[in-house]
């Protein structure tokens, strides 16, 4: 039985070794151009666990990529962004087009150390993805990330001194900065593989509501959301604040109130008992809810029915 533990790469240098590549010049970062690289005919599927950031700029990627346990929306002229200790698994392509090409970021944590990206990186939502969709670059937009790579390299080739690593870190978040407003504009482009997941969101929304879900499990979660559509909770929720200027928390919110309304308007039911059907643990919170989202209390609109 083959081996199905993933390989675990700790650091840089680790990575030049496994690519048969020369040993980095810095051992904490690391600017590749894929050009340049000798990658071989891969035969087999690969599971890898990088310990360090890795930023792709990637063309003719010869393999299916998962992300976790998903797949990876990863095709020609793509920028990818992966996260220390998570699973990589690779599947080549029975029938490559052409050799890969592009540019490859690697950036350990403890170059980050003692920065404020040390911890400002983890609010880059593209970093946490569950399932990730790659940045789709346009010629301009690669064009401007490929120079921030080259400033990076030149950096580390020139002597080190004191402000070699402020110089770096400026260019990093030259970078991710960059990235955050190319995908920003991504979610507004691509708006077919956009308004499927919104399609797909009020597909669940609703069977979940209408299967009596809400008094067997209570209300969805937006963990709960975000697993069913296959993206993380942070994705999903930069893409709904994009389309449609709520969070995911405000958008079940907004259908449960949409179903109250039916309720108080066409039955008979209590205060109490629609509370309990909408998978409210306490009347009242269901009224607060009901009275934030609407200005009235839910039997002030039953009234106005009357």
Partial sequence: MKNTQPHRIKTISEYHRFRKMPSPEHPLISVINLANTVYGQQTESISLVQDYY??????HFNAKMKYGQQPYDFD?????FTAPGQVLRFTPDDHPSSEPSGWLLLVHPDFLWN???AKTIKQYEYFDYSVNEALFLSEKEETTIKEILQNIEQEYHANIDKFSQTIIIAQLELLFSYAER???RQFITRKITNHQILDRLETILTDYINNRS?????IPTVQFIAESLNVSPNYLSSLLKVLTGQSTQQHIHGRLIEKAKERLSTTDLTISEIAYELGFEHSQSFSRLFKAKTNFSPLDFRRSFN
């Fill in 214 to 218: 809400l008094v067997e499990k209570g």
């Fill in 54 to 59: 890795a930023i792709s700029v990637k063309k």
């Fill in 76 to 80: 020609e002229g793509s920028m990818a």
């Fill in 115 to 117: 920065t404020p990206l």
């Fill in 182 to 184: 190319f995908y920003q």
